[in-house]
Structure formats: C-alpha cells, structure tokens
C-alpha cells in the first residue's frame, strides 16, 4: 500500500482538488515526532475561503484512514501518524518483494532528458576540475533514470576551438613520435606548454594557430589527420578513468561534432531572431546581458555557436524534454546566455537548466598547479589499502576491495557536499571509516553482509509477526528505510545527488544504533527472522542509495 497515495486521495476528495496537487504538497517531516505526513494547509485555504489553521482542524475531523492511528494539527498543517505494525509489515514486505527496484517509479515515462556533464578537453591531462561535472553528471543521471526517465548522458569532449591551431603548429615544429607513444598526453600538454613560452618571443606562431584552426574549420585533411589522432590519444585514456569511476556514456559528441551544424543552426536562429555585425563579429543583442557572438571578426565560430548547435541537435535527434549542463558555475552567464537566444527563437526556456556546482578546495599534487585526476585516484586507493591492511589484515581481496573504497571516498566525498557550495577536500575526512563518510557507508553495507552470512539462516517472507519490532531503534529504522522514495524524489528535483547521501548516512547511523542495542544472531527464532529481514532490507538499500551515486559497495571490509 502507498501510504503517501492514500492519505493524497482522501484529502483531495474532501476539498475537491486533483489527488496529484495533494500529492505534490505532502511533506516527509524531518523529524518523526512530527510525523509520518504532514500536509500543508496555506495554498488550498485561500481556495476554500478558509484560515489555514481552521482548514486544517477541519480535515483532521473528517479523514478517517484504516492505517492511520492519529491525526495531529499544529498551526496549518496535518500531520499523519501511520500504525507502527503497517509501516513495518509495508515497508519491510516491499523491500524484499521489489529488491534493488525499491524507491524507483515511472514518473519520467515517456520523457527524454539529455544531460551534459564531464566533458574534459581532449590533448590534456584529465584534470581534477572535470571530476566534480563527471560524478554530479553520472549520479543525476542515475537517479533520473531510476525515476523512469529515458537519460540520454553526452560527454561534450573540449575538442575543438583555436587551442588546436597552436596545438598543431606546435606539434609540427616539436612533436616527437616516441614521446607521444610513450605518454601521449604528457608529451602533448609540454608541447602545448612550450608553443605559448614560444609565442611570447615570437607573436608569429599565434597567426599560424589561427590559419591552422581555419585549416581545420575548412576540412583540411593533413590538419583533420593530426587532430583525429590528438582525439584518439585523448579518450583512450579517458577511458581509463572512466572505467574507474564505474561512469559510461550513450554519446561522446564534442564540440567538433557540431562543426558541420553551426551555419545551419545560425540560419535557423536568423529566421526568428535579429543578428548584428559588432566591430565585424556576427552578434545577438541581449537585454542586460553582453551580446551572444555567433562568429568573430575573421569568421571563426565560438563556443556560443558550437553550444547553439547541440542544443538544437539534441532537441531534434532526442526529441528532447530537457536539456540539462552540468558544468560549474563560473559558466553562469554563458548559459544564461544561451537559454535567452534558444527563448527568443520560441523554444521554452524551462527546457534548459544550468546545473551548477562549486569548486574543490584544499588539494594539492606532486604536478604542480595541474591536479591530475590519476593522482587524486591512486592516492585514494593507496591511503584505503593501508587503513584496510590495519583493519582488517587477513581480507582476501584487498587491492579489489582498496579499489572500491579509495574511489568511493572520493566520489562520496564531492557528493555528499551541497553541489553550489565549494568542497572542502580532506583526505582524513573522506577516508574516515567512523565519520560522514563514503567508506562509513560501504562500511555498514559489509557488516550487514557479515551477520547474513554468519546467521547460516534462509529469511521466511511469509507468517511474520510484524507487531515484535516494539523497540525504538527499529521503528525508527523501518520508517527511515520507508523514505527511501522521498529522498530519490527529493534528488531529483533538486539535482543534488547529497540529498541521498545524506540519507545513507542517516540510515547507516539508525543501523548502527540498532545494531549495537539488539541482538541479531541468537534471538528467539520469530525475531530472529525479522530482524533478519530487516537488515537485509537496509543491506539492499545500502547497496542502491551507493549504486544512485555510482559507488560500489563491497560485502566485505
């Protein structure tokens, strides 16, 4: 039974609105004394002509619900207090009956989102800048996904612009063969490196990069040959880490992607919306925002063309509801920007949203200014090998276990903090197996693992007396694992994957309590068998709350 759906349906029919408006206004209180539901009474009283307070009193007098033991108002609102044995026997009953599936929904049926995220640029180190666009991009499309959404994720590679220009021109006057099979993107970053100190003594090469990008723009095949192989170079070892972080995408179209689409997209764009000639740059004029230019003096485009381009593509090719750049926030204006020129040309600017994020502080490499992504992940493994080799000595499969642990941490670490805010990143913080952390999480998960394993018991899921979970620990437990939903949803509309991190943390915390309070392993066969059942319920939750952030979760620690 949904609860939730229930208690929407009777209140709606009592003030003659749509179960969904109900629905969207039910509240899961912070705080369980407060409640189970809470209903907010202020939009639907001024419909009724009433007070809040005097809508809400009413409505508590009137509802009457099978599942419900009290209904309590303070001030405007409602709050509902579900009967203890229907949670448990609801909520535990549909963990087990749904598994992993537990907390998804089909609210995004039908409903295409295109997400852009991680998009590092190619012929460069893998730098820590892109991880925080990468985890935040890969967890949101996660959870959408699992709230039925069609996510299609696009890695918008940074592999076109005038960089390449003097990246050839660079390339062909100190490229060496060798080096770049050796570390091709070390060698391609110093080349890189060497043709701006170049440059400074010699103003010459800058017009080369521009001819050669021109070249590029033009089809030329020579110039067209060294970039492709610059972009092969790039996503193989883009791969890697990729593959680390346990993140795939359904399209990996950069900006080059777009090159043959831009002048159809600024046709496209001048048949709705007025263009100017600015200083010789093709330009749209914006209301209290600088002027979007579509191609500069000598006729090159910029990334305004090339972010013009996509979006109308996306829109097209997927048939797209939502277009979502999950890219930092420097970028605001930008994409202010461009949602006001996609506006202009009538498409609906609640169709585009800038999902912003702040910055990691306090990180430091051996590199230099460049934090390598490479770093910061071997590191991690590196630092939960020893904390794991300490712990826990005899585990078999420790690299493996290092792996998942030293990833997770980092990964949770960024997660777990309000994406617009900046990230404070300390190792000992992230990696700490007792605090708010990633590791304090895989951690629960392995030692719920460990009392399944060592119950040697096969768990009934029928004839259980709900009514012995009496205890305040588990009651609290079982209602936390019963807002798994609402957390999801939460997530969701927010795009802030820390609310489920939040979560985990809180359940790990209630489990933890529990754990320390009752006995599991030796209790009398009925509530052996439900509590059982109940840590195998957290156990699954673990598991999917950790999956939404892509993070594994290893069953031993």
Known sequence: MNFRDEIA?????????????????????????LGDYAFPCFKFAS????????????????????FVENIETKGAYLNFFIKA???????????????????????????????????????KPFGIGHLRSTVIGNSIYRILKFRGYNCVGVNHLGDWGTQFGKLIVAYENWGEEK???????????????????????????????REEFRKLENGNKKSLAIWEMFKELSLKEFEKYYAELNIEFDSNAGESFYNDKMDAAIKTLEKKVKTELSDGALVVELEKMPPFMLKKTNGSSTYHTRDLAAAIYRLTEYKADKLLYVVGAPQKLHFKQLFSVLGKMGHEESKFEHVDFGHFLGMSTRKGNIIFLEDVLDKGIELAKKIISVKNPKLKNKNEVAKMVGIGAIIFGDLSSDRVKDVEFDWDRILNFEGESGPYVQYT?????????????????TGLKWDKFTSEEELKLIKHLGSFENAIEQAAKQYKPS????????????????????????????????RLLLVDSVRTIIDSGLNLLGIKAPEEM
């Not at 349906?9 to 004394?33: F, Q, R």
């Not at 419909?47 to 099978?66: F, M, Q, R, V």
């Not at 963990?95 to 640029?121: A, L, Q, R």
């Not at 609310?499 to 509530?527: Q, V, W």
């Open 47 to 66: 419909k009724s002509g009433k007070k809040p307070n005097e809508l809400a009193k009413e409505l508590s007098e009137t509802i009457k619900l099978d």
């Open 9 to 33: 349906k009777t209140i709606s029919e009592g003030l003659n609105v749509t179960t969904n408006e109900v629905v969207e206004a039910l509240e899961v209180p912070p705080d369980y004394a």
């Open 499 to 530: 609310i489920i991190a939040r979560y985990l943390l809180d359940l790990c915390g209630l489990f933890n309590s529990f754990y320390a309070k009752h006995k599991i392993i030796g209790s009398e066969e009925e509530l052996l068998q439900l």
């Open 85 to 123: 044995e229907n949670v448990v026997e609801n909520v535990l009953s549909e963990i087990s009956e749904k598994k992993e599936c537990y907390g998804s929904t089909n609210e995004g049926k039908g409903k295409t989102v295109v997400m852009d995220y991680s998009s590092p640029n190619i012929a």
């Open 445 to 461: 998960h392995a030692r719920c693992c460990s009392v399944l394993k060592k119950s040697e018991t096969e768990i009934k899921k």
């Open 179 to 209: 080096k770049l099979e050796k570390d091709p993107i070390k060698h391609l970053l110093d080349i890189y490196v060497k043709f701006h100190d170049e440059a400074k003594i010699n103003p010459e090469l800058d017009e080369e990069a």
